[in-house]
C-alpha cells in the first residue's frame, strides 16, 4: 500500500471515530459536548475561565462569619423562609455597597446562594435571586452567575463575577448536588 492511502485510511478511521463518540447536543436552548455519553458545559467551563482571568474583587469585601454585618445578613436569611430557614449558617459572604451574595446551608433545605440588598437599614433577601440545587450538566460558575444576573439585573457585576460557586454542592456529583460530605463538612 502507497504512503498517501495508508495515510488517507488513518485520517478517515480518526474521523469517523471522533464522530462515532463525540457529539454536540443542544439542551436548555444550548450546546453541550457529549463524549462516549457524559455531557460536558465547555462554554460554561471556557467563560468561567475567562471571568477568573478578567474579574477585579479588590472593592468586594469578604465579610467573616462573625462580623456584625454578616450576623445582621444571616439574621435577615434566617427570618426569610420559616421555619426552614432559621437553621442558615453562612460559608461565604461577599459585599458591594449595599449588596451580599451568601452562601449558606441549611439542616433540611439544599444550600442556597441567596442576593440581599440593604434598604432603609435592613437586610433584604431578593425572592427571585436565590440559586438552590444542581447545576447538572451545566458549569456551576457559569449558570449560577448567568441565572442571578437575571434575577438581579441592578446587582453589581464587579460582585457577581467576585462570588465563588462551589462545584461540590452546586455542580454534578453523586445525587446531583455533588458529594454530601462536602455540605455537612462545611459547618463553619
Known amino acids: 500500500m502507497k504512503r498517501h492511502v495508508g495515510a488517507v485510511l488513518i485520517v478517515l478511521t480518526s474521523l469517523l471515530v471522533i464522530d462515532t463518540h463525540v457529539d454536540w447536543v443542544q439542551q436548555d436552548g444550548r450546546g453541550l459536548l457529549e463524549v462516549n455519553g457524559l455531557r460536558l458545559d465547555v462554554r460554561g ?30 439574621n435577615a436569611i434566617r427570618q426569610h423562609s420559616l421555619p426552614d430557614s432559621q437553621s442558615a449558617r453562612a460559608l461565604q ?41 444542581s447545576t447538572a450538566p451545566w458549569h ?14 441592578d446587582l453589581p457585576s464587579e460582585l457577581l463575577s467576585c462570588v465563588t460557586v462551589d462545584s461540590a454542592r452546586y455542580g454534578t456529583g453523586p445525587g446531583g448536588l455533588g458529594p454530601r460530605s462536602s455540605i455537612q463538612d462545611a459547618k463553619p
Not at 468561567?48 to 445578613?73: K, Y
Not at 439542616?107 to 427571585?128: E, F, I, Y
Open 140 to 153: 456551576s460558575g457559569d449558570l449560577v452567575r448567568r441565572y442571578l444576573r437575571q434575577q438581579a439585573p
Open 93 to 133: 459572604l461577599q459585599q458591594w455597597g449595599e449588596w451580599t451574595v451568601a452562601d449558606v446551608v441549611f439542616d433540611t433545605l439544599n444550600p442556597s446562594l441567596v442576593v440581599l440588598r440593604l434598604k432603609a437599614g435592613q437586610w433584604q433577601v431578593q425572592d427571585q435571586a436565590v440559586w438552590s440545587g
Open 45 to 74: 467551563w471556557a467563560a468561567d475561565q475567562v471571568l477568573q482571568w478578567r474579574r477585579h474583587c479588590t472593592a468586594v469585601h469578604t465579610l467573616p462569619t462573625q462580623d456584625p454585618g454578616a450576623l445582621a445578613v444571616i
